[in-house]
């Protein structure tokens, strides 16, 4: 974020609006007195989903190559094919993928395919339709401590999935409680592994952006 503050004017205002839409800037403008003030949480919100991104990246890589290898000790490289483990919801993600990368002209060798797969396919591998199967038998291992409660990790991975969505699709994230956010994925991704979670502490700008949010932010 700039050292210095932006000088809106009422024509520059205007045109900023007109870009960013009203109906969509209205989320902005409704807890706050002025345009201009509505537009610097526009603007914070802007810099606190990029400072996000990058920890979320590395909390998805990170599980989903934990979850991936984990399966292929018991199941196989190919164990997302195996129709035995996994829900009809899942298969059909699985499909999706492999479409994908045949759209794009690339063998969907199982490295291809798992990189293809969206977050949302390994959260789900969290849930309690797979508690006895896939949780109890190969994933309760992939994290150091272990982790107490399948029910709340699912939780958790849950909501961050929200928050990658909103982020990916440019949607507002400043009313959400993003210091929680944040502790949610330096926790998983700490259980998964201490080295990876120091590493992305060490280059994460989330402290330093969550600490200049805007006055109005802090009264929601």
């Not at 798992?114 to 992939?142: Q, S």
Request: glycine content about 4%.
């Amino acid at each position: 974020m700039a050292d210095q503050p932006f000088a809106y004017d009422e024509s520059g205002t205007a045109a900023l609006i007109s870009t960013i839409y009203p109906t969509r800037f209205s989320t902005y403008r409704q807890h706050v007195e002025s345009d201009a003030e509505a537009l610097q949480i526009y603007t914070w919100n802007t810099a606190a989903a990029a400072a996000l991104y990058g920890p979320l990246q590395t909390l998805e890589v990170t599980l989903r190559n934990a979850v991936h290898d984990a399966m292929c000790q018991t199941h196989g490289t190919a164990w997302f094919d195996n129709g035995q483990l996994l829900r009809q919801a899942e298969q059909g993600k699985v499909e999706a993928a492999v479409q994908q990368l045949h759209e794009f002209g690339k063998k969907p060798t199982a490295g291809r395919v798992v990189a293809e797969l969206p977050f949302g396919f390994w959260v789900a591998l969290f849930a309690n339709a797979y508690d006895t199967t896939i949780w109890r038998t190969d994933l309760h291992r992939i994290f150091s401590p272990r982790v107490s409660s399948r029910r709340g990790l699912h939780d958790a991975l849950d909501r961050l999935r929200t928050l990658r969505n909103r982020i990916a699709h440019h949607e507002p994230i400043f009313q959400r409680k993003l210091q929680d956010d944040y502790k949610r994925i330096c926790n998983i991704t700490g259980f998964l592994s201490t080295s990876t979670l120091a590493w992305l502490r060490h280059h994460s700008r989330v402290p330093s952006v969550l600490a200049v949010q805007p006055d109005a932010v802090l009264e929601y």
